[in-house]
């Protein structure tokens, strides 16, 4: 053992008592994880005491004294220090601040400059930057969509079936890196489980797992795409869909509605691609009838144009209720299925799929590949098993119940606090579209409603920038109880009764 | 009560005794859950066999008796068959299968149809779908890169995580659709733990998430890639570069390298950017010194061009030992510095993140909105949990022991069955580039390999298409125990002799 130098007394005599440790945040007992507890609690103490390297730590009989907890628990936690690398033992005589744990952390030398280097003369992408959301505050009605919703998420049974997921054996399978392949268990899963609902049969060449919807639309708007090529999309219709295009430089071209969705004929005519929300138009919510439907294909052969079939919220559609997907029909082969799977268990999981001809699924898996290799194995798995243990089926049908009775709720208090109101719903939808009236303005309106604690979404977004329009709101019930429905639309009625008063 | 029909009798007495339940496959008694498992017998006895609607269901007893499980197994098993909607309880008579468990699912009618909608004339990305790695069979020893290695994953503590990322009040935070916003408790993880250990200081505003390092990279050559912009990229180097660049049309230029990794000076002179792997040079695994990187800047500086700095396996390196990140160093603004967490823990996670000025990164979150929204939030918060927690540098040192260990056994193997070949490593970098004798081909020692169950890479992929080079092959020891490199060596050198004489 190597003689102790003056400075090393020093270091020792300063930090062996543990007292400093007393000073820090309490332990929550509540928890009954306190060695990971313990461990923070000491990370943080090095920190804000600036205690040098080499500095003696306390025995694991100070730390117990000094934080009330076992012997054991603080062993336990310098254990795990020790094999952090935090701490380190020293031939017998105790544990020692180690130098790892000294990242020469300090703030805010990051670079900021714009002078320098002078960032926007470099991109060669023209894009808007600016988030367009609104911010979501405290609030006492929500009517945004897409926010998550705790009381429909199944949560015990998807813990279990990320539990299995994690067992060994099943790690094996999605734990490496799989470059451009999905999970063979979620595939089966579709296939005989989900896509028969629809009335769709796929093989495994016809489906690739995408990261939600909205990837699928990504990769057939470049794979399909270019300033040679003209692709109809609804007018009002999804928010990010010109943007996306622009992306690629195709051209875009609006494409007018009525209450059964897209309007057939001379508009689509030129066109190389149409993306069409059939299932519920968004935001109009329009269902497109079977009729139409077939019209639509027989157009599309005639006329040679792809068409993007996006499902969006179909699954809410009580069994049996909708009409067949576009690409379960005859003539369906130029149709491009793209769906979401997650939305409704939880948005933030981003799983969805696109079916459609192998070559297509083959060029977009390639394009896929490039953008990040695959979507995360562990969720395909854990969302395969979901589906393989039934669970998926019967959450759908609670949320569909559940969003059965928000929509009944919903109508029930637009017609009382909005007679006469101008507004659109399709039974199995989850959101609902009102005209706002003229000169009010959605964004004042949902400022007003704001400000009472009731959030809701401005319409702007969902028509072509140039178009202006601002006559729109989009109310939601995907994540509000139906309780609380009608108080809610009562106190939106009233920012309403405000902001025209004031015209 | 309705007069059942005799339609409805006879839909009784057929499917009423459980009998048709054990013609099933057995149940797996050793996993416990039983009721689970006939849940999925039952469900594919009603497929198998073709039940009509309405037939009445065998009793939980019935259930019992038939497949030899307690009554209250059957009864569990039943209520999941209600919630899903396959059975239903009808007046007190007993439960029938309704009609949701009947999609007429048939094989094979899905369209395969070329020559109707022709495809390829459609696509306007030229893209090339063949996969190119080699498929992974049962092997004796596999020394191929990035397939998941269970004995280093952390599993008990990720499933820790993993569960508290899952607790109510943590899925509020991730569940939701956060449109383009990243996990704030991984931003903060990265900031305190992560980035320091590089010697990076960054604020909020400085980090985008992304979906391992890939997507890093196709977000950078999207945003200042096209038709007027020069890349340079190392050669040999990552596989996917030039094709990831041929999407945006960049013009790529490849850079020549020497044992410091890429050479500077003319070269570079007149690109936009230049995509680096300083860290460890993918493939030939050569660290660039603190000297060329300081040099490097102020070329980029002087040249006006961006550094895209790719950390290819930097975490590796034992602690200290590694030149500073490139992002660190002074005149650093003009970096884009892209890392990738999950590598290491699991490839199939796929989590990283990119560094950068705060208005590269708006854009890029911009983009990465219309790609897909946002990386999957569970998988963020149990990482952030993981890292708070200290099981990530807990895990690092680990592994970094383990491929320390493995990488000595490599070397000393290697030295002993190829002696005198041309092979690179350096230190702390999980795979070794070796020349294949003039004549052999890396393909065909490959396959030679193979069939003694060795797999090894060829290395063609990492040099440019036209150059049609085959003479390098690329070791991993990311997945392979250091108890089975020797004898792994010695098969592939008998492998290598074989081909040898051959010629």
């Known amino acids: ?24 945040e309490p332990l929550d007992r509540t928890i009954g ?57 020293r031939n017998r005589s105790g544990t020692y601040l180690a130098s790892s744990a000294h990242p020469e952390f300090a703030e805010d030398t990051s670079d900021d400059s714009d002078d320098i280097v002078e960032w926007p003369r470099r991109f060669t992408l023209k894009l808007n930057s600016e988030s367009e959301l609104p911010t979501i505050r405290p609030t006492y009605a929500s009517f945004l969509y897409g926010q998550f919703d705790a009381s429909i998420f199944p949560i015990g049974r998807w813990r279990e079936c990320e539990r299995s997921a994690l067992s ?12 451009d392949e999905d999970d063979s268990l979620l595939i089966e899963q579709l296939r005989s489980e989900v896509l028969p609902r629809h009335g769709i049969l796929a093989r495994p060449e016809n489906i690739l797992i995408t990261l939600g919807g909205q990837q699928g639309r990504y990769l057939v708007s470049q794979l399909f795409g270019g300033a040679e090529t003209i692709s109809g999309i609804e007018h009002p219709g999804m928010p990010d869909m010109a943007k996306m295009l622009d992306l690629s430089r195709t051209r875009v071209r609006p494409l007018a509605l009525d209450e059964d ?23 109009t919510t329009a269902v497109m009838s079977h009729e139409r439907r077939a019209a639509l294909l027989d157009q599309a052969h005639r006329d040679d144009f792809i068409v993007v079939e996006d499902t969006f919220e179909t699954e809410i559609f009580a069994e049996g209720k ?18 979401s799977l997650s939305k409704l268990i939880a948005p933030g999981l981003r799983i969805g799929y696109v079916i459609a001809h192998p070559s297509v699924i083959a060029k977009m898996r390639a394009l896929r590949r490039l953008i990040h290799r695959h979507p995360p194995g562990n969720n395909q798995r854990a969302l395969a098993i ?36 101008d507004w659109r719903h399709c039974d199995g939808a989850s959101t609902f579209w009102m005209k706002v009236p003229d000169g009010v303005g959605s964004r004042a309106l949902a ?38 429905i009608e108080d809610g639309i009562r106190r939106f009625a009233e920012a309403h009764r405000d902001c025209v008063s004031r015209l």
């Open 1 to 24: 053992m190597e003689p102790a130098t003056t400075e090393q007394r020093k270091l020792s005599r300063s930090w062996g008592s543990g007292r400093w440790l007393t000073q820090s």
């Open 33 to 89: 994880n306190l060695h990971i507890q313990t461990v923070q609690i000491v990370l943080a103490a090095i920190k804000r005491q600036r205690i040098p390297e080499g500095a003696r730590m306390p025995s694991t009989r100070a730390i117990a004294e000094s934080l009330g907890i076992s012997r054991n628990t603080a062993k336990r936690a310098v254990e795990i220090l020790v094999e952090q690398g935090v701490l380190a033992s």
């Open 168 to 179: 060994v054996s099943e790690i094996q399978n999605w734990g490496k890196d799989v470059v």
């Open 261 to 283: 969705g897209v309007i057939l004929g001379e508009q689509m005519r030129g066109c190389n691609t149409v993306f069409l929300t059939c299932g519920h138009q968004c935001p």
């Open 322 to 339: 909708y009409p067949p997907a576009m690409k379960s029909l005859p003539g369906s082969e130029r149709v491009i299925h793209i769906a």
């Open 386 to 421: 979901f589906i393989e243990r039934g669970y998926y089926r019967a959450f759908l049908r609670r949320a569909q119940a559940v969003m059965s009775e928000r929509q009944d709720a919903m109508a029930t208090a637009l017609r009382r606090h909005f007679p006469g109101a």
């Open 447 to 484: 400022a007003s409603a704001a400000a009472r604690g009731v959030l809701v979404e401005p319409g702007g977004r969902y028509f072509h920038k140039e178009d202006g329009r601002d006559d729109w709101v989009r109310l939601s019930v995907s994540s509000i109880v139906a309780s609380r």
